[in-house]
């Protein structure tokens, strides 16, 4: 077996030379290997299952000038929407009806959401639902915030660092945010007592290799229960329009790479992945990922929850999302768990 991946598997962790020469020497031998052994560590932890989430894209309106999202305040031509309580907890209703026993609530930094309409919202599903994970995924709050939503009941937080460089993350933002901010609400989050997600996408505009590196040692510092990586897509009303999509074959390399450094990470096979190739969202699994997210938001507001273009299953109703996923899993021969899934499994 090639020498850095037995190391990568042995330690769970590898110099900065080393992680390069992955990243540089991507080829198809390579992820054969390496996916391989992810799979392994993979099925260790969680067997042949497939955790399932279901997302609820409740508003698309954000504070934020993201330069690569879809939603970002800057886009006059996105057309805004926010669902009301009644509409999220039908969501919600749809969603345990399914079978899903974890609800994420994701959405722009909306200001005219209150803190305390999220406070309610998230004591109301905590109430009707206590057997399962609220997830909330709604950007850089204050410390104080956090903590009351984690006093109302919500027990995990996804917040993508985006890119641990300095510099690049200023290509990538406004100057009113900063990477400081966003690594002091992830430890904030994990302090609380939040099962804390984090991430980057892969191939983002003006992403170098020792870009991704230090995105590898800061994850592997912050040891997060979840991590979301998925592969960057333009969005045609951007600045960042004509930059190139990441590839299928650099996102599934980095998703066995994390796979082997965090054994017991929940890792999801994103949307994302599932746009940029058709398979994308088994060959995640394949490469080590053990989360599927199916959107549970109404039909009627999913094409405009448009982070980046030709976005996949804005059309399906949840049920139908629902059976697709359980087919696509059942096809590489996995299946999806209806439990929690919660760090480490239970
Ligand atoms: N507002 C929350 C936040 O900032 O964490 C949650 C919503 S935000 C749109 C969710 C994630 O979408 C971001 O962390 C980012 O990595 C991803 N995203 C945004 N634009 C994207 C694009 N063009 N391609 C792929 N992923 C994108
Ligand atoms: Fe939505 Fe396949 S997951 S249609």
Known sequence: MNKIIAKLEQQQNLDRDEFKWLLENNTAELRTEISRRAQIIANESFGKGVYVRGLIEFSNYCKNDCYYCGIRCGNEKANRYRLTESEIMDCCAMGYDLDFRTFVLQGGEDPDFSDDQMVELISKIRNKYPDCAI??????????????????????????????????????????????????????????????????????????????????????????????IGPFIPHQH?????????????????ISILRLMLPQALIPATTALGTIDPNGRELGILAGANVVMPNLSPVSVRKDYSLYDNKICTGDEAAECRVCLSKRMEGIGYEILTHRGDYPQK
Request: glycine share 8%; charged share 25%.
């Open 135 to 228: 997830t909330l995924s709604l950007g850089e709050r204050a410390t104080e915030v956090y903590k009351r939503f984690f006093a109302a009941g919500a027990n995990r937080y996804l917040l993508r660092h985006e890119t641990a460089t300095e510099d690049h993350y200023k290509k990538l933002h406004p100057k009113e945010l900063s990477l400081e901010n966003r690594k002091a609400c992830l430890e904030n989050l994990k302090e609380i007592g939040f099962q804390v997600g984090t991430g980057f996408m892969v191939g983002s505009p003006h992403q170098t290799v020792d870009n991704i590196v230090e995105d590898l040692v800061f994850i592997k510092s912050l040891n997060p229960h979840m991590i979301g």
């Open 238 to 254: 951007t600045p960042y329009k004509d930059a190139k999509a990441g590839t299928l074959e650099e996102t599934l390399l980095l």
